[in-house]
């Protein structure tokens, strides 16, 4: 992966202790109008997350249901539209001065930087550059290629978090009516194994909660997670919560500053630096020690039971509600001790402090993100998050439940839509039937299985609607070989990237509207929905102007596509979805349960998708009730003079979009390439704060990946664990490395060693 010259200038300074604030206000608007103009800038953030507004890119965290401030949105969501609505735009001339191999030489903060896509392109198998292609002739390409295909599974349908469930409705039916189920999304390298860990024990892999149980939960447990970056907004709900009298128990290895204090910039007390504590415990715990953590808090609510049988277990709401009680009892009981401490790294006191928090909790709140989920145990953690709620009675109470908190817009709303390489047979019987013909059975590739597709060239042709799924994935050389390796990759985007310079040997770039530009496909203005962490649906509505008169919207894109590959086959209307989009939502309607009136109830405000557990305490699971579940506890050894790395997001970047090259919570500066490292590790591997290493990872197939020239920056991490960012650091993690049952690459356990730059 290319080096930044920046690189040089990077500087060290102390972590931040707290989050948002004043800081936060002059960045977002300094950087708005910088990017945009001070009238572009005004229009698109004053409709961030409004009603009726755009629904802010940057994550996927709900919109309050009552008022709702002016200024609705965060410094990350700012970050996020100055990014798309830039006023620098890239076309036929760019490419015509640059060839891909000087292209694939920069660095993936400079390809984005360079401004929005406006043109389709095409480079040639064995082109050096890329050259301007009509809409049609685009479309006429991929059709081509698809229908000489031998079979549809040699064909592979990415989706990123940002397509709408327009959009994501339509581009599962394409793939389905073409003929496979060769659907990975971004949710496969996140959140899958939430899915997969929720679905097996309360029958439905989505969150139980909604804002307002933040609100009046008596606790909220943050593990894995890092809501100042990554979830902002979240912040907020935080604060009230704690307002509320509520209390805040944190797990992670690094101490952000977003877990610390929250200075609200809505607030003259946060602008002024007097802001709200947050956690009033923080438990930095080892990477992976978070299965052991909750085994013994599990074993520590049973005792504080016993004492009082009933004043923790809620034994009405087991018996009535679960299986599986008493071989979880049975297990937990018998935890070892002294695996658990070797486990977590953590004092037995500390964990005994964690258990009496929940112990006193009437109502728990449960939330975790990729620090959870990206674990060769990822699906059994999270599984015993589900079992220490069920037995407190946590789930279908008002101020509890479970909490993933998703990072991209809509990851959940295009799993709704059926984007999955899974499909279960309910929904393939209602889209056969609501379309006339019989959707493919047989399951499709998730990304991982992509990456082995194209690698072993079983799989030929790659259509990505969105993100940069070469930067995204894991083991970044061989992903790039793998991709290189297609006779066609398509790319429907708005800014260049990674992936269009590591892409096959006929590569087309599709460039698409944002979701802040007005759609006016079809001759009117036209909206999009989408569907949050908490199962809101609502919808969006985009005010500036296109950046170029090219550019068309991810729904028309996908119904050229279509209607050039499969024609009338079927009889699907496509060209009739693109003239109005009340067309998909009425099809989405007979098709997803729980989207019945889709277009009515959008025009009220949006509506909430039915959630049994949460509703009414009815758990869709083969067994008809919750699942209580037994996982063996397994304590990782890493060999002498090894750590474990887990990859991060720096507070300039959202997933593999680097805004800038600073980190100001964590004091960095002018730079990414950093290993962050307790100062014990430091000294026992003889190294010392600023020294320059490469981090080698080591995994069972015996090759040695290699990430060059990184800064050592001591800082307080658990002894043994190092963090670094990614995407810089994704070419450490091996592709065969995932987690169990979900799949998804284990980028927070990868075991490293450190060898000094040069030698």
Request: with cysteine; net charge neutral.
């Amino acid at each position: 992966m290319p080096l930044d010259d920046a690189e040089e200038r990077l500087r060290v300074g102390p972590p931040a202790d707290h989050a948002a604030g004043l800081p936060a206000v002059r960045l977002s608007v300094t950087n708005a109008v910088r990017r945009m103009g001070i009238v572009k800038a005004t229009r698109n953030l004053l409709a961030l997350n409004q009603v009726d507004g755009v629904d802010c890119m940057s994550c996927a965290w709900p919109d309050p249901q009552d008022k709702r401030h002016t200024a609705e949105f965060c410094e990350n969501g700012a970050k996020a539209v100055s990014w798309e609505g830039v006023r620098e735009t890239i076309g036929p001339e760019f490419f015509a001065a640059h060839s891909i191999e000087d292209l694939a030489g920069r660095t993936d903060h400079w390809l984005e930087r360079q401004g929005r896509l406006t043109h389709p392109m095409v480079r040639r198998d064995g082109a050096t550059h890329y050259e301007p292609i009509s809409w049609e002739d685009a479309f006429a390409l991929v059709a081509t290629h698809l229908n000489a295909l031998d079979s549809p599974d040699e064909a592979v349908f990415y989706t990123s978090g940002r397509a709408s469930n327009e959009a994501a409705f339509l581009y599962q039916l394409f793939a389905r009516a073409y003929g496979t189920n060769n659907l990975p999304d971004c949710s496969n390298m996140c959140h899958e194994s939430t899915s997969a860990g929720l679905a097996a024990t309360i029958g439905i892999g989505k969150g139980s909660v909604s804002l307002q149980d933040l609100h009046e939960a008596e606790l909220i447990v943050v593990s894995g997670q890092n809501p100042g970056t990554n979830h902002p907004r979240m912040l907020t709900a935080l604060e009230t919560a704690k307002r509320n009298g509520a209390k805040i128990l944190a797990i992670n290895p690094l101490p952000e500053a977003g877990l610390l204090r929250f200075d609200n910039p809505q607030k003259a007390r946060g602008l002024a630096g007097r802001g709200t504590g947050l956690a009033d415990e923080l438990l930095q715990i080892r990477s992976n020690g978070d299965l052991a953590l909750w085994q013994a808090i599990g074993q520590l609510l049973l005792q504080a039971d016993d004492a009082a049988v009933g004043s923790v277990i809620d034994r009405d709401f087991v018996q009535r509600y679960t299986t599986g009680f008493d071989e979880w009892e049975r297990h937990v009981r018998a935890v070892d001790r002294a695996a658990v401490l070797a486990a977590t790294g953590l004092t037995w006191s500390q964990i005994e402090t964690a258990a009496a928090m929940l112990a006193a909790s009437r109502r728990t709140v449960h939330c975790w993100a990729m620090g959870i989920t990206q674990h060769h145990n990822a699906v059994a953690t999270i599984k015993e998050f589900v079992n220490v709620a069920l037995a407190q009675g946590n789930i279908g109470r008002p101020g509890a439940g479970l909490c993933p908190v998703r990072g991209h817009s809509n990851v959940q709303g295009d799993r709704t839509m059926g984007i999955w390489e899974k499909p279960p047979a309910w929904f393939l019987d209602a889209l056969g039937t609501e379309f006339g013909f019989a959707p493919p059975r047989l399951g499709g590739h998730d990304a991982v299985a992509a990456v082995k597709a194209f690698r072993d060239r079983r799989a030929k042709v790659f259509v990505a609607l969105g993100g940069n799924f070469v930067a995204a994935m894991s083991d970044t050389d061989v992903t790039t070989a793998a991709m290189r390796g297609a006779t066609l990759t398509v790319q429907v985007s708005t800014k260049l990237n990674r992936s269009h310079v590591a892409a096959g040997r006929t590569a087309l770039i599709l460039p698409t509207l944002g979701r802040s530009e007005q759609d006016m496909t079809g001759g009117k203005v036209q909206r999009v929905t989408v569907e949050d962490s908490m199962s809101e649906v609502h919808a969006s509505r985009g005010r500036s102007a296109p950046a170029g008169p090219l550019l068309r919207s991810e729904v028309d894109i996908v119904c050229g596509l279509a209607a050039a590959t499969l024609g009338d086959r079927h009889g699907i209307p496509w060209s009739s979805f693109t003239a109005d989009y009340d067309r998909i939502r009425d099809r989405i309607s007979r098709v997803v349960p729980g989207c019945a009136d889709y277009n009515a109830r959008i025009a009220g405000g949006g509506f909430r998708m039915p959630h049994g557990p949460r509703d009414s305490r009815t758990f869709p699971t083969p067994e008809g009730r919750a699942v209580f579940t037994v996982s063996p506890l397994v304590v990782l050894e890493v060999p002498p003079g090894r750590l474990v790395l887990q990859t991060i997001r720096s507070h300039d970047q959202f997933n593999t979009t680097i805004y800038g090259l600073d980190d100001r919570y964590r004091g960095i500066r002018s730079g990414r390439r950093v290993v962050f490292i307790n100062a014990l590790d430091l000294a026992e591997l003889g190294f010392a704060d600023g020294d320059l290493v490469d981090l080698v990872s080591e995994f069972s197939d015996g090759v040695a990946r290699r990430a060059p020239r990184f800064r050592l920056v001591s800082y307080d991490t658990p002894k043994g664990c190092v963090a670094a960012y990614y995407p810089e650091t994704n070419p450490l993690v091996p592709l065969d490395s995932q987690a169990a049952v979900s799949g998804t690459p284990t980028s927070k356990w990868v075991v490293v060693r450190l060898v000094a730059t040069g030698t």
